[in-house]
């Protein structure tokens, strides 16, 4: 049995393999970095923590269809998770007020997510220039999560086959079809993420600083 598929098995407590286990992890991937061994530690840090903290809660509050305001609430986390996303990929974290990209640090979350969305398909076939992608951003990221509404009369909308991901003349954002754009990524990105140094590097050193950050948490050595 491997170091990485021993991680596997630690803590069956917890579905969430990540935080305790990434020290075990990372010295897996230090040893063999093969695809296979890649595929579990992409198995215990990002998929069961993506499911348990993003998905599954999104598909609980979607279940209701009672379309009263719930797609508010859906869009701004599929807003967290592309901050998430656009940073894992970059390998950078955030710290108020750090210098763009110095010690791979961001203090400003716009022209990160800016630029994830016109680089990176699905997004960048629905935000083919920067300047729509700064009107996401604004009107839709920034008004949800500052103001908790869409500013400058956009909707969000529900419906795969009804609305497009983002029509920008009728203002209408469609969650249903910008959380399977998020899927889709994600689905590319573990592909790239097997072979690719860059990405590799940029996601140990992601997942070291949230690891960092999680040890600080009470009862985090004796696993409470």
Known sequence: MTEAERASDDHVSSPDKFPKAWPTIKVALAADAS??????????????????RYFDPIEGIDRSRKLKGEGFLILTIQCSVVEFLASLRRGWNYRQ?????????????????????????????????????????????????????????????????????????????????????????????????????????????????LYSHAALAPGFANGS
């Open 35 to 52: 695809p296979e061994q890649w595929d579990l530690a992409i198995q215990n840090c990002l998929d069961t923590r993506f499911r348990l």
């Open 97 to 209: 007020g750090a210098e763009w990209g110095v010690d791979y640090e961001y203090g400003g979350s716009k022209r990160l997510f800016v630029e994830f969305l016109c680089q990176n398909p699905p997004f960048s076939d629905w935000f083919p220039a920067e300047a729509s992608a700064r009107v996401f951003y604004g009107d839709i990221r920034c008004g949800l999560v500052h103001e908790a509404q869409t500013k400058d009369g956009w909707i969000v909308k529900a419906g795969r086959s009804r609305y497009a991901l983002i029509d920008f003349e009728t203002k209408v954002v469609n969650r249903d079809a910008f959380g399977d754009a998020i899927k889709a990524y994600l689905i590319d990105y573990r592909h790239a993420l097997r072979g690719d140094y860059g990405l590799q590097e940029a996601f140990k050193r992601k997942f070291d600083n």
